[in-house]
């Protein structure tokens, strides 16, 4: 059953795809690893508050189900906060430290889940376009198809692998993810 949800999904979502069929098939073949491997990798996420803007380190882990796990790496002073997020909620672990972040588009994010984000969006957001950025493959990805949706511009570099995202919601970039150490395992 899971496979032809999976192949249904596929073929959906390559509907959305323009462009090169070479890219198409990239962008689809990322997908399909993402949904069969887990994946450690190294983001830096810059959350911009319009008056305000952070930027942290976390080391992320990704399992099949797209759940991510987290250990913040810097600034020192937030450094060792540990967390996960799901679908259904995440929780943050913390000695005599805490992170605290206004949401962001209505509620629907918080800097903490732009690695999750980034993870959902590429293992079954709706794929809008895709082409070539100089040496790199960009990807846009809607993470849903609601009117406030989420919108996603991810690049895949060296490997086809994630090297940047950048978070949108109304036309406004919320989140930048740089990824790093991106590794299936």
């Known amino acids: 059953m899971k496979r032809i949800i999976c ?5 959906l979502l390559l509907s959305g ?4 069929s ?4 990239r962008a689809m073949t990322l997908r399909t690893k993402l949904l069969a491997k887990s994946v450690n990798f190294d983001a830096v996420v810059t959350a911009d508050y319009g008056d305000a803007v952070y930027t942290f380190t976390m080391n992320c882990q990704s399992d ?4 991510v796990t987290f250990t913040v790496k810097e ?3 937030i450094s060792g906060i540990t967390g996960s997020i799901s679908a259904i ?6 000695d005599d430290q805490a992170l605290s972040f206004a949401l962001l588009a209505d509620g629907q994010l ?4 732009g690695p999750w984000i980034l993870m959902r969006a590429l293992r079954s957001g709706y794929l809008t376009t895709c082409g070539k950025d100089g040496e790199n493959l960009r990807l846009s990805v809607d993470d849903s198809y ?4 989420l919108h996603l511009d991810v690049w895949l570099g060296e490997g086809d692998l994630p090297i940047r995202g950048e978070i949108l919601w109304k036309g406004r970039r919320l989140l930048s993810v740089e990824v790093k150490n991106f590794t299936f395992v």
């Not at 795809?17 to 090169?20: A, V």
């Not at 099949?64 to 759940?67: I, L, Q, R």
């Open 64 to 67: 099949t189900k797209g759940n």
């Open 146 to 149: 609601a009117d406030d949706a």
């Open 89 to 94: 909620g995440g929780k943050l672990t913390f």
């Open 22 to 25: 070479d890219e198409m098939n």
């Open 75 to 77: 600034p020192e002073t």
């Open 110 to 113: 918080s800097p903490v889940s």
């Open 7 to 11: 192949i249904l999904l596929v073929v």
């Open 17 to 20: 795809c323009s462009g090169d």
